[in-house]
């Protein structure tokens, strides 16, 4: 179950740190005959209102500091948490890794974007889930060892006490499947600005799916 960002970020305690893996606000439609499969397709107005209105949300006490995924529809997303934790042009470091973290054949992967995005990755985590062997080219990584290494990642990176992370679903979905157990289908995927939270204090750390929307779910 997603809680509101707003709810999380009330609940925190003063010595917890928050590191926030979300997808992008709301985007401009991806046709199927897309070369590029959406690499250039940017935010639409709403979207930048609702990734705004999140960082309005973000605790003024604190610092804070953003990485995203090299497309800009998830920069800008960075950029629009920023003006709405009151900074014009916030510094946000571009990762690599946040565009393609589970990808590990491209091929395969590509050939997922032609034939069905999100079947493709259902089918990769029912695979996954199932203990299903390996093959020899996998469009994906291992779920659970891939989805450690991302947490481990936004612990290694993040060193304020809010670390953005601005991805897209594809990278969302794996570590909400592994980390929080939650299940998703070609027919109920994850909404824009939605994701996981995790905070880390000297007690421990917990994750938190959460969305800035009203829903965490799109339902097709």
């Known amino acids: 179950m997603f809680i509101p960002t707003s709810t999380f970020f009330a609940s925190l305690s003063s010595d917890e740190r928050v590191f926030l ?19 250039h397709v940017g935010l639409t107005d709403r979207g930048r209102e609702q990734a705004q209105s999140l960082g309005k949300c ?20 960075a950029e629009f ?15 690599d890794c946040l565009a393609e973290y589970f990808v590990q054949d491209y091929d395969k992967y590509t050939q997922v974007l032609r034939e069905g995005f999100y079947e493709g990755i259902c089918e990769w985590l029912k695979n996954e889930a199932a203990g299903k ?17 991302m947490l481990a990642m936004m612990l290694e990176k ?35 600005l939605t994701g996981m939270a995790v905070a880390v204090s000297p007690r421990g750390k917990r994750i ?5 929307l009203e829903t965490g779910w799109l339902e097709f």
């Open 81 to 95: 948490i920023g003006k709405g934790r009151g900074i014009e042009n916030p510094p946000i470091e571009k990762l």
């Open 21 to 39: 893996l979300v997808r992008h606000g709301e985007r401009n439609h991806i046709t199927p005959d897309d070369p590029d499969f959406g690499a």
């Open 133 to 149: 062997p390996r093959g020899d080219k996998e469009a994906f990584a291992p779920l659970a060892a891939r989805s450690e290494e």
């Open 158 to 192: 993040g060193n304020t006490r809010f670390n953005i992370f601005a991805t897209h679903d594809a990278w969302v979905v794996p570590c909400l499947t592994h980390f929080c157990e939650m299940q998703f289908s070609p027919k109920r995927w994850m909404n824009f």
């Open 58 to 77: 973000i605790p003024a006490e604190g610092d804070i500091c953003f990485f995203s995924s090299p497309v800009g529809r998830c920069v800008e997303t």
């Open 208 to 212: 938190v799916p959460v969305t800035a």
